[in-house]
């Protein structure tokens, strides 16, 4: 099921169930005044706490929706933030192997080593011997200024968290954020604080 298809299931239950509420009362209210009767006080109590149930579900449902568009609106500029992270994933990369002037064989030794290939797999994708790739790994490491792959890795992933910060909002989200039109400009929420 789509989420289209849940939104509206979600919004014709609510609709339903606040109906029949309504519907309940005033054929409680017409039924009372078909025979005359004068209501009692607990039955007036009765009537006032399921018009208050009906009117509280319509209010739980619209501020339900407003926190559920202000996430897909989060998500949606967190996976912006993601493609776009991606995106630039091979530019950034090479554009730091070129700073530190790796070789090509260099480049695809380290990025093999990225993808978690151990130097025997990386030798015999590349078709060379495990020396030669030792030596070009450490060659890497010389010119990053690194002494281990993991230092080598946490290089790049300084670089990737400063090229997907952004900075927060001052104020905490406390309220939901209103639907409009005008999607050109992504939402940037701030749950901290938020229990």
Known sequence: MTQMKRAALFKMLIGLCAAFLIAEILYEVVEHLREGQSRSYLDMVHLFFEFLSAVFLVIAYNISRKYQIALLRFGEAEHRTLSA????????????????????????????????????????????????????????????????????????????????????????????????????????ISLRGVA
């Open 85 to 188: 992270l991606r995106s630039q994933f091979d530019e950034l990369i090479r554009q730091r192997f070129d700073d530190w002037g790796l070789t090509s064989s260099e480049c695809d030794v380290a990025l093999l080593s990225f993808r978690g290939l151990k130097i025997s797999e990386i030798a015999e994708a590349r078709g060379t011997r495990e020396g030669t790739i030792k030596a070009q790994l450490s060659a890497v490491f010389h010119k990053a200024g690194v002494s281990s792959k993991s230092e080598l890795l946490a290089v790049f992933m300084d670089l990737f968290l400063d090229f997907g910060t952004e900075p927060e909002p001052d104020g905490v989200w406390m309220e939901p954020i209103e639907p409009t039109r005008n999607e050109a400009e992504p939402a940037v």
